[in-house]
């Protein structure tokens, strides 16, 4: 088959299938943000195999399990990521004897505003307390750019605080 005709008949299949993979991602994750997302992966991964894709006795069976397993991947991350976060919270030794809970409310919705690795930098360094290359090893990035998100997400965490008390506690001004 020409290249031609095989890109005319994926499109004619993606045309036809899309709507249906992005539900069935939908229904399986329970996210409408990430279902087209993860169907046009799916979609992406079937293109790079078209030529065995298109020679599969069902190939709308086989697109279905792709997005399966990639849905199944997709809960498999955010389950870790909810247990990490939960084994974090529950083994906190430092203990408060009168917590300062508008700081701590203010500091998390600070976080939320920063993009993942940022995000991600700055609290495995400063609430965790990593080293540059620890961070860096966790996450799957150079030291480097563990120094230059740490420090820019630093930046705009003092930005947003201002001089309120969660940036006073971040960046160890004033009293902890």
């Known amino acids: 088959m020409a290249v031609d005709d095989a890109a005319a008949e994926f499109h004619a ?9 992005a539900r069935l991602a939908r229904l399986l994750t329970g996210e409408t943000d990430a279902a ?9 991964a079937l ?10 006795d069902h190939p709308v069976a086989y697109a279905r399990g792709v997005v399966t397993n990639l849905a199944r991947s997709r809960i498999r991350t955010a ?11 529950s083994q906190r030794g430092e203990r ?15 976080l939320r505003t920063l993009p993942f690795r940022k995000r991600a930098c700055v609290v495995l360094r400063h ?17 480097g750019t ?10 705009e965490l003092e930005r947003i605080l201002g001089d309120r008390p969660a940036a006073r506690q971040l960046t160890g001004r004033g009293n902890r």
């Not at 293109?47 to 599969?56: K, L, N, T």
């Open 36 to 44: 087209d997302d993860l169907a046009a992966d799916a979609l992406l």
């Open 146 to 155: 563990v120094k230059s998100q740490t420090s820019k997400g630093m930046a």
């Open 13 to 21: 299949f993606f045309d036809r299938h899309h709507a249906e993979l």
């Open 96 to 110: 408060v004897d009168d917590p300062d809970v508008a700081a701590a409310v203010d500091l998390r919705q600070a």
């Open 47 to 56: 293109w790079d195999r078209w030529e065995r894709v298109r020679a599969a």
């Open 127 to 143: 609430a965790l307390d990593l080293s540059e290359k620890d961070t860096a090893l966790a996450l799957g990035i150079s030291v």
């Open 79 to 89: 389950v870790r990521e909810r247990r990490r976060i939960a084994l974090f919270w």
